[in-house]
């Protein structure tokens, strides 16, 4: 029998109606012939509700009672999952994080999975018993509680996955992975498959269907993914399958456009251009925990000298600056913001550097002025005004062929 | 330091506000030089909550699934709890039924504590940090989780203070054990102190301060307990100290009142005297699940014959009598609803068969009926129409002194 993890998000199961739907989808899966473990997150707004009233007493992400605060409210789903199940006549037990154990480390409220122990999860299935794993949680070796961080369940069902050899299906509140926001882009199609990277990279740039972790976990495990949704019947969702690289590589040249807004432009200008300047400014930011996104630097008019740039997050920019100018006094430090990030994806972009030119003509097709360019080996991405987001997101969208996939 | 379990029921954590009342309470302990361990119930209303939720699933008490969904409410109850201590200042930490562990023994639902380790308490102690324990739930020998049944916590909070050789103060929303229900008699006065046998024939007449099976097992271990109110300012409640007996038996003869309405009275008439009857009956009544109270059984007029006279719950009578007709086909039986219990409690009932006299003229006299009458050892009850409990009760309350303590 062909084992599939299959994880529901807490839109899929947030009512009993919502528990009693993905519950019929395991019993098809099971009719299917497949051997299905279920990993669950809490009822949707129930980790809200659990860290509103750890923040009533001062406790936040990344503290210790607030994990197990947290945990109860997957502890509490995979319990319903089990007896959900059983109503339709399949035996099934909740297998909590300490349970089996999930192996945890690091930082309560992010922690990472260091191990999973598959016996608890063999011990059933070799009795016809479907474990329910509650998700997002897992015990450090001091046996405390901790979470995994937010859509850390996504990561559970992964790392489960690939310790039991399975695929892993995410079942969410969408049908798949899109070739970018239909609100945006009417023409917006579901990509049957997409690659890890193109995953991680559409995930970071907001097309928040997966949690990155777990896409970085299946990636270096080899684990199949697949997006499907959970509001609709059995075997409707077509979703999108997230694969290896090669089967789906030359098809095409990019799969998809993503966008972020709010995010500002900071410039050091004129820096000697020896290298310590980029160093503490980036060592100043990153103890500030502030992420930093689209690392330019180039040549000044003025010979021997840098310009370096970068984009932050709206909301992180006057954090970013205090930093700056307490460790880069000398330097002149400008920034602007009401800009927004669009950026184009795909596994194809690999063997095509003159995509980026492209790009530019699209754009300034449309009169929109690209204020810094930064390319990965997979993603272009460009920082426009936030007025002409929209804009660029359907000229890329048409220009890239991605209305016609 | 005088060690204490301070244990707080849902009422008592029933909002935010009054965990941090609780929290303040417990501060006022330190202060007063004494090392408090604290147990806490779910926040009120939350086990009902997730019992529903279970029950939407045809989960029910006794279930395995149920337990897994019912314990998530002390969980995050203890975690809030160590964060509103730390708010004060203190250290705490939430310790989990399998954390600690409270190993479980007996039926999902209704378990009952087989061991409690206490080593992660006394580590925390030696460390100046306050464990708060999540009462109702431990682990049976297979890792499972289980609930205590209804009032649970107490269970935990008595077994916690035998091992660590503590006294057990039991916070609820009442400031004491009384001498019968204050909305019957308004000169009903809180005891100052009774016996465990007192608590616990108070406890099982419809007194619901603490749970019977947390009574007796500080009886049968020696623990001394506190019933406290959690809704004044510290050391503003004097509460109930429940003890062993000599100190307080020749005090008083009667120490309380206690009634349970909806009782329902079943008779065998004229059965053969010899054993046979009442063994069949009793056996009959126990396999069905049924609960059996204030057994009478006396000679009928027919000489070698006996009469059976028991009482039941109303909401049993049914089922009762339905098993009753199966294993006892050929004897006359009659039932009679609309009936209550008045029952006078005191350890000094002991050394003094002949209140049960004195009992029959107080009702007597005010025209109440008695329709069955038993004794135990610290107890009188008497049948009653439903009617007549509250002048029945008021009319005990008065004729043994009880206004007056």
New interface residues.
């Given amino acids: 029998m062909k084992r599939v993890v299959a994880k529901f998000g807490g839109t899929s199961v947030g009512t009993?109606e919502r528990?009693?739907h993905a519950a019929r989808l395991i019993q098809a899966a099971v009719e299917a012939g497949e051997q299905p473990v279920v990993v669950v997150s809490a009822m949707s707004g129930e980790t809200d509700r659990?860290l509103g009233?750890?923040r009533?007493?001062?406790?936040d992400l990344g503290?210790?009672?607030?994990?197990?605060?947290l945990?109860?409210?997957e502890?509490?789903c995979?319990?319903?999952m089990?007896?959900?199940l059983?109503?339709l006549g399949l035996q099934a037990?909740?297998v909590?994080g300490?349970?089996a154990p999930v192996v945890t480390t690091g930082p309560y409220g992010s922690a990472s999975i260091d191990g999973m122990d598959t016996s608890v999860f063999e011990a059933l299935l070799g009795e016809g018993i479907i474990p329910v794993l509650a998700g997002y949680q897992g015990i450090n070796t001091a046996?405390d509680?901790q979470t995994l961080g937010r859509g850390g369940t996504d990561l559970s069902a992964a790392a489960l996955a690939a310790a039991l050899k399975a695929r892993c299906d995410i079942y969410t509140d969408v049908d798949g992975v899109y070739t970018t926001d239909p609100r945006i882009v009417p023409e917006a199609r579901r990509l049957d498959a997409v690659s890890h990277d193109e995953m991680l990279e559409l995930a970071a740039q907001g097309a928040k269907v997966l949690q990155p972790r777990s896409v970085e976990f299946a990636k270096s495990h080899g684990v199949p993914m697949r997006v499907l949704s959970s509001f609709v019947e059995p075997g409707e969702s077509a979703g999108t399958e997230v694969m290896a690289e090669p089967r789906i590589a030359e098809k095409r040249l990019v799969s998809g456009v993503a966008y972020a807004r709010d995010q500002a432009r900071i410039a050091l200008l004129g820096s000697r251009d020896g290298g310590d300047i980029a160093r503490a400014c980036f060592e100043a930011l990153a103890e500030g925990g502030i992420g930093v996104d689209m690392i330019v630097q180039a040549h000044s008019r003025t010979p021997g000298t840098i310009n370096l740039e970068f984009s932050v997050a709206h909301k992180d920019l006057e954090a970013a600056l205090g930093h700056l100018e307490n460790a880069l006094s000398e330097t002149e430090i400008t920034s602007e913001t009401g800009l927004a990030k669009v950026s184009i994806v795909g596994a194809g972009l690999r063997q095509r550097a003159d995509i980026a030119r492209s790009l530019f003509g699209v754009l300034a097709e449309r009169g929109i002025e690209i204020k810094v360019l930064a390319t990965s080996e997979i993603k272009i991405s460009a920082l426009v005004e936030n007025d002409a987001v929209e804009r660029a997101v359907r000229a890329l969208h048409a220009a890239y062929g991605l209305d016609q996939i």
């Fill in positions: 009993p528990i009693r659990l009233l750890a009533e007493f001062g406790g503290d210790r009672e607030t994990d197990v605060a945990a109860a409210g502890q509490a995979s319990a319903l089990a007896l959900a059983r109503e037990r909740s909590l300490w349970q046996a509680l």
